[in-house]
Protein backbone atom coordinates (compact mmCIF):
# COMPACT_ATOMS: atom_id res chain seq x y z
CA UNK A 1 0.00 0.00 0.00
CA UNK A 2 1.45 3.38 -0.99
CA UNK A 3 0.29 6.70 -0.20
CA UNK A 4 1.89 10.01 -1.49
CA UNK A 5 3.06 12.43 1.47
CA UNK A 6 -0.13 14.94 1.36
CA UNK A 7 -2.45 12.25 1.73
CA UNK A 8 -0.45 11.10 4.78
CA UNK A 9 0.11 14.08 6.23
CA UNK A 10 -3.68 14.31 6.08
CA UNK A 11 -4.62 11.09 7.14
CA UNK A 12 -2.36 11.39 10.26
CA UNK A 13 -3.59 14.39 11.12
CA UNK A 14 -7.93 13.39 11.22
CA UNK A 15 -7.29 9.85 12.09
CA UNK A 16 -10.59 8.77 13.34
CA UNK A 17 -11.22 8.01 17.50
CA UNK A 18 -12.39 4.47 16.31
CA UNK A 19 -8.76 3.35 14.88
CA UNK A 20 -7.43 4.56 17.71
CA UNK A 21 -9.82 2.46 20.00
CA UNK A 22 -9.61 -0.51 18.19
CA UNK A 23 -8.13 -3.78 19.47
CA UNK A 24 -5.57 -3.97 16.14
CA UNK A 25 -2.88 -6.55 18.16
CA UNK A 26 -3.08 -9.15 16.93
CA UNK A 27 -6.53 -8.24 14.25
CA UNK A 28 -4.33 -10.44 11.67
CA UNK A 29 -4.10 -13.58 12.83
CA UNK A 30 -8.21 -14.97 12.87
CA UNK A 31 -7.70 -17.00 10.10
CA UNK A 32 -4.79 -19.30 10.40
CA UNK A 33 -4.21 -21.69 12.69
CA UNK A 34 -0.26 -21.55 12.89
CA UNK A 35 1.03 -20.41 16.24
CA UNK A 36 3.75 -18.81 14.62
CA UNK A 37 4.25 -16.61 11.81
CA UNK A 38 7.29 -16.28 10.11
CA UNK A 39 9.37 -13.18 8.57
CA UNK A 40 12.96 -13.15 6.50
CA UNK A 41 14.55 -9.88 6.39
CA UNK A 42 17.49 -9.38 3.79
CA UNK A 43 19.20 -6.08 3.54
CA UNK A 44 22.18 -4.01 2.10
CA UNK A 45 23.23 -0.54 2.90
CA UNK A 46 25.58 1.72 0.95
CA UNK A 47 26.08 -0.50 -1.95
CA UNK A 48 27.84 2.44 -3.76
CA UNK A 49 27.66 1.51 -7.48
CA UNK A 50 29.58 -2.18 -6.67
CA UNK A 51 28.03 -4.00 -9.89
CA UNK A 52 30.89 -6.34 -9.78
CA UNK A 53 33.00 -8.27 -7.73
CA UNK A 54 36.13 -7.18 -6.22
CA UNK A 55 39.39 -7.63 -8.27
CA UNK A 56 41.26 -11.11 -7.68
CA UNK A 57 44.09 -8.89 -6.47
CA UNK A 58 44.81 -10.23 -3.01
CA UNK A 59 43.52 -7.64 -1.45
CA UNK A 60 41.30 -8.26 1.79
CA UNK A 61 38.19 -7.71 0.05
CA UNK A 62 39.35 -9.93 -2.95
CA UNK A 63 36.83 -11.41 -5.18
CA UNK A 64 34.02 -10.71 -2.65
CA UNK A 65 30.21 -8.98 -3.39
CA UNK A 66 29.06 -8.38 -6.80
CA UNK A 67 25.19 -8.47 -7.63
CA UNK A 68 25.42 -11.64 -9.77
CA UNK A 69 26.47 -13.68 -6.34
CA UNK A 70 24.01 -11.79 -4.56
CA UNK A 71 20.80 -12.13 -6.53
CA UNK A 72 21.99 -15.62 -6.39
CA UNK A 73 21.62 -16.04 -2.59
CA UNK A 74 18.71 -13.94 -2.88
CA UNK A 75 17.05 -16.37 -4.97
CA UNK A 76 17.44 -19.21 -2.80
CA UNK A 77 16.46 -17.69 0.37
CA UNK A 78 13.23 -16.81 -0.91
CA UNK A 79 13.04 -20.74 -2.00
CA UNK A 80 13.55 -21.46 1.53
CA UNK A 81 11.87 -18.69 3.26
CA UNK A 82 7.89 -18.67 3.99
CA UNK A 83 7.90 -14.85 3.63
CA UNK A 84 10.54 -12.16 2.60
CA UNK A 85 11.37 -8.52 2.84
CA UNK A 86 14.36 -7.19 0.55
CA UNK A 87 15.35 -3.83 1.66
CA UNK A 88 17.94 -1.01 0.99
CA UNK A 89 18.66 1.64 3.54
CA UNK A 90 20.65 4.37 0.88
CA UNK A 91 23.47 4.93 -0.71
CA UNK A 92 22.84 3.33 -3.94
CA UNK A 93 24.99 5.38 -5.77
CA UNK A 94 28.80 6.61 -6.37
CA UNK A 95 31.85 4.73 -5.96
CA UNK A 96 32.53 2.98 -9.45
CA UNK A 97 32.51 3.93 -13.34
CA UNK A 98 29.55 2.58 -13.20
CA UNK A 99 28.03 5.27 -11.74
CA UNK A 100 30.56 7.95 -13.56
CA UNK A 101 28.96 6.69 -16.77
CA UNK A 102 25.97 5.70 -16.23
CA UNK A 103 24.45 7.72 -13.39
CA UNK A 104 22.47 5.29 -11.39
CA UNK A 105 20.38 3.41 -14.08
CA UNK A 106 22.37 0.06 -13.95
CA UNK A 107 22.54 -0.06 -9.93
CA UNK A 108 18.47 0.43 -10.17
CA UNK A 109 17.82 -1.83 -12.61
CA UNK A 110 19.76 -4.37 -11.11
CA UNK A 111 17.76 -3.71 -7.56
CA UNK A 112 14.82 -3.86 -9.92
CA UNK A 113 15.88 -7.38 -11.18
CA UNK A 114 16.96 -8.60 -7.54
CA UNK A 115 13.26 -7.44 -6.64
CA UNK A 116 13.66 -5.46 -3.84
CA UNK A 117 10.86 -4.32 -1.96
CA UNK A 118 11.88 -0.96 -0.83
CA UNK A 119 14.93 1.49 -0.13
CA UNK A 120 16.08 4.77 0.66
CA UNK A 121 18.37 7.26 -0.24
CA UNK A 122 21.88 8.60 1.18
CA UNK A 123 23.33 11.14 0.26
CA UNK A 124 25.38 9.65 -2.32
CA UNK A 125 22.75 9.57 -4.16
CA UNK A 126 22.42 12.99 -4.56
CA UNK A 127 25.70 13.24 -6.50
CA UNK A 128 24.23 13.49 -9.69
CA UNK A 129 21.85 15.87 -8.59
CA UNK A 130 18.22 15.55 -7.85
CA UNK A 131 16.80 15.63 -11.08
CA UNK A 132 19.20 12.44 -12.28
CA UNK A 133 18.13 10.74 -9.44
CA UNK A 134 14.02 11.16 -10.31
CA UNK A 135 14.92 10.39 -13.95
CA UNK A 136 16.60 6.92 -12.80
CA UNK A 137 13.60 5.96 -11.09
CA UNK A 138 11.69 5.11 -14.02
CA UNK A 139 13.68 1.91 -14.25
CA UNK A 140 13.01 1.42 -10.20
CA UNK A 141 9.90 -1.58 -9.27
CA UNK A 142 10.20 -0.71 -6.06
CA UNK A 143 9.37 2.39 -3.99
CA UNK A 144 12.37 4.91 -1.98
CA UNK A 145 10.84 5.31 0.90
CA UNK A 146 11.01 9.02 2.76
CA UNK A 147 9.25 10.81 5.50
CA UNK A 148 11.34 13.69 6.79
CA UNK A 149 12.75 15.38 3.12
CA UNK A 150 10.12 17.65 1.58
CA UNK A 151 10.46 17.52 -1.95
CA UNK A 152 7.93 20.15 -2.88
CA UNK A 153 8.83 22.33 -5.50
CA UNK A 154 11.83 19.69 -7.01
CA UNK A 155 12.48 17.11 -9.34
CA UNK A 156 11.38 14.31 -6.91
CA UNK A 157 8.08 15.83 -5.83
CA UNK A 158 5.44 12.72 -5.78
CA UNK A 159 8.24 10.51 -6.48
CA UNK A 160 8.90 9.42 -3.22
CA UNK A 161 6.19 8.15 -0.53
CA UNK A 162 7.09 8.53 3.28
CA UNK A 163 6.00 4.43 4.02
CA UNK A 164 4.77 1.44 2.30
CA UNK A 165 2.89 -1.63 4.08
CA UNK A 166 3.83 -4.67 3.06
CA UNK A 167 1.29 -7.81 3.89
CA UNK A 168 2.98 -11.02 4.55
CA UNK A 169 0.39 -13.44 4.75
CA UNK A 170 -0.78 -12.89 8.30
CA UNK A 171 1.42 -10.48 9.06
CA UNK A 172 1.22 -6.32 8.22
CA UNK A 173 4.48 -5.37 8.10
CA UNK A 174 5.24 -1.35 8.00
CA UNK A 175 8.42 0.14 6.32
CA UNK A 176 9.80 3.77 6.15
CA UNK A 177 12.78 5.40 5.31
CA UNK A 178 14.48 8.46 7.06
CA UNK A 179 17.37 10.41 5.37
CA UNK A 180 20.07 12.71 7.07
CA UNK A 181 20.39 15.87 7.32
CA UNK A 182 21.68 17.43 3.78
CA UNK A 183 23.24 20.67 4.32
CA UNK A 184 27.11 20.65 4.88
CA UNK A 185 27.46 17.28 3.43
CA UNK A 186 25.68 17.49 0.12
CA UNK A 187 26.03 20.89 -2.55
CA UNK A 188 22.74 22.46 -2.13
CA UNK A 189 22.84 22.51 -5.95
CA UNK A 190 22.76 18.47 -5.68
CA UNK A 191 19.28 18.59 -3.51
CA UNK A 192 17.95 22.09 -4.13
CA UNK A 193 14.93 23.07 -2.35
CA UNK A 194 14.58 20.13 -0.84
CA UNK A 195 13.50 20.90 3.01
CA UNK A 196 15.05 18.46 5.96
CA UNK A 197 12.84 17.86 8.90
CA UNK A 198 13.45 16.49 12.64
CA UNK A 199 14.17 12.90 11.88
CA UNK A 200 13.05 12.14 15.23
CA UNK A 201 9.85 13.51 15.14
CA UNK A 202 9.05 12.26 11.40
CA UNK A 203 9.73 8.73 12.08
CA UNK A 204 7.92 9.01 15.66
CA UNK A 205 4.51 10.18 13.99
CA UNK A 206 4.81 7.92 10.84
CA UNK A 207 5.48 4.69 12.98
CA UNK A 208 2.98 5.53 14.93
CA UNK A 209 0.77 6.03 12.01
CA UNK A 210 1.79 2.11 11.05
CA UNK A 211 1.10 1.07 14.47
CA UNK A 212 -2.69 2.73 14.31
CA UNK A 213 -3.51 1.07 10.94
CA UNK A 214 -2.33 -2.33 12.42
CA UNK A 215 1.33 -3.22 11.82
CA UNK A 216 2.84 -6.09 13.22
CA UNK A 217 6.06 -5.11 12.79
CA UNK A 218 7.49 -1.83 12.18
CA UNK A 219 10.32 -1.19 9.82
CA UNK A 220 13.26 2.02 9.93
CA UNK A 221 15.37 2.27 6.88
CA UNK A 222 17.87 5.07 7.74
CA UNK A 223 21.22 6.83 6.05
CA UNK A 224 21.90 8.51 9.42
CA UNK A 225 24.13 6.72 10.46
CA UNK A 226 25.33 4.34 13.47
CA UNK A 227 26.31 6.55 16.22
CA UNK A 228 28.63 9.79 16.69
CA UNK A 229 30.59 11.42 19.64
CA UNK A 230 28.91 14.64 19.23
CA UNK A 231 25.02 15.47 19.14
CA UNK A 232 24.34 14.47 15.91
CA UNK A 233 21.27 12.45 15.26
CA UNK A 234 21.95 8.94 14.76
CA UNK A 235 20.40 5.46 14.69
CA UNK A 236 21.54 5.56 18.26
CA UNK A 237 19.49 8.52 18.85
CA UNK A 238 16.55 7.27 17.30
CA UNK A 239 16.24 4.09 18.86
CA UNK A 240 15.97 5.52 22.00
CA UNK A 241 14.14 8.12 21.37
CA UNK A 242 10.88 6.49 19.52
CA UNK A 243 8.02 4.67 20.37
CA UNK A 244 7.29 2.31 18.10
CA UNK A 245 9.97 0.73 15.68
CA UNK A 246 10.73 -2.79 16.16
CA UNK A 247 14.02 -2.71 13.77
CA UNK A 248 16.27 -0.17 11.80
CA UNK A 249 18.16 -1.07 9.31
CA UNK A 250 20.77 1.44 8.92
CA UNK A 251 23.69 2.80 7.23
CA UNK A 252 26.08 5.61 5.87
CA UNK A 253 28.94 5.06 9.11
CA UNK A 254 30.05 1.91 6.62
CA UNK A 255 29.72 -0.46 9.92
CA UNK A 256 29.95 -3.75 9.85
CA UNK A 257 27.96 -5.66 12.76
CA UNK A 258 28.50 -8.72 13.94
CA UNK A 259 25.20 -9.06 15.45
CA UNK A 260 22.27 -6.28 15.91
CA UNK A 261 22.47 -3.72 18.89
CA UNK A 262 19.64 -3.79 20.91
CA UNK A 263 18.38 -0.61 22.84
CA UNK A 264 15.17 -0.02 25.18
CA UNK A 265 13.35 2.57 23.69
CA UNK A 266 10.86 5.02 25.05
CA UNK A 267 7.99 2.47 25.69
CA UNK A 268 10.62 0.19 27.77
CA UNK A 269 10.75 -2.46 24.32
CA UNK A 270 12.93 -3.56 22.34
CA UNK A 271 13.96 -1.49 19.04
CA UNK A 272 17.01 -2.90 17.12
CA UNK A 273 19.65 -1.62 14.88
CA UNK A 274 21.82 -3.88 12.50
CA UNK A 275 23.98 -2.68 9.33
CA UNK A 276 25.74 -4.54 6.94
CA UNK A 277 28.64 -2.69 6.22
CA UNK A 278 29.39 -1.28 2.19
CA UNK A 279 30.23 -2.48 -1.13
CA UNK A 280 27.56 -5.16 -0.90
CA UNK A 281 30.41 -7.52 0.39
CA UNK A 282 27.35 -9.03 3.42
CA UNK A 283 23.79 -9.86 3.16
CA UNK A 284 21.97 -8.97 6.15
CA UNK A 285 19.66 -11.62 7.26
CA UNK A 286 17.04 -11.57 9.89
CA UNK A 287 14.49 -14.24 10.81
CA UNK A 288 11.71 -12.92 12.97
CA UNK A 289 8.98 -15.24 14.52
CA UNK A 290 5.90 -13.59 15.46
CA UNK A 291 3.37 -15.49 17.63
CA UNK A 292 -0.06 -14.67 17.47
CA UNK A 293 -0.85 -14.70 20.91
CA UNK A 294 1.01 -11.86 22.31
CA UNK A 295 3.06 -11.22 19.46
CA UNK A 296 6.28 -11.58 20.77
CA UNK A 297 9.21 -11.15 18.33
CA UNK A 298 12.36 -13.59 18.06
CA UNK A 299 15.32 -12.82 15.89
CA UNK A 300 17.70 -14.91 14.38
CA UNK A 301 20.85 -13.04 13.14
CA UNK A 302 22.40 -14.38 10.46
CA UNK A 303 24.63 -12.28 8.12
CA UNK A 304 25.77 -13.70 4.89
CA UNK A 305 29.29 -13.58 2.90
CA UNK A 306 28.99 -12.67 -0.35
CA UNK A 307 31.55 -14.05 -2.47
CA UNK A 308 31.30 -12.94 -6.47
CA UNK A 309 34.64 -15.20 -7.34
CA UNK A 310 37.05 -17.78 -5.95
Known amino acids: MLINRKTFLKQTAFAGAGLLASPLIGSGFAA ?34 GIAARATIIEQIRKEAEHVLL ?6 FQGTPFFN ?19 TMGNHDF ?27 TALENKTVPYKIFQKGNLKVGVFGIG ?3 KGLVPQ ?30 ICL ?6 YDDNKISDEVLAKENYDIDLIIGGHTHRFFTEP ?32 TNIKKSIKPNTVLIRGKS
Open 261 to 292: KKYVNKKGGDTLVNQVGWAGLQLGRLDYSISK
Open 87 to 92: LDAGDI
Open 189 to 218: NLYGNTIYKNPIECANTTADFLKRHGCHLI
Open 180 to 182: IEL
Open 32 to 65: ENKEFYNLTILHTNDVHSRLDPFPMDGSKNSGLG
Open 222 to 227: SHLGDR
Open 127 to 153: DGGIENFATQLKHASFPILLCNYDFTN
Open 101 to 119: IYKGEPEIKAMSMMGYDAG
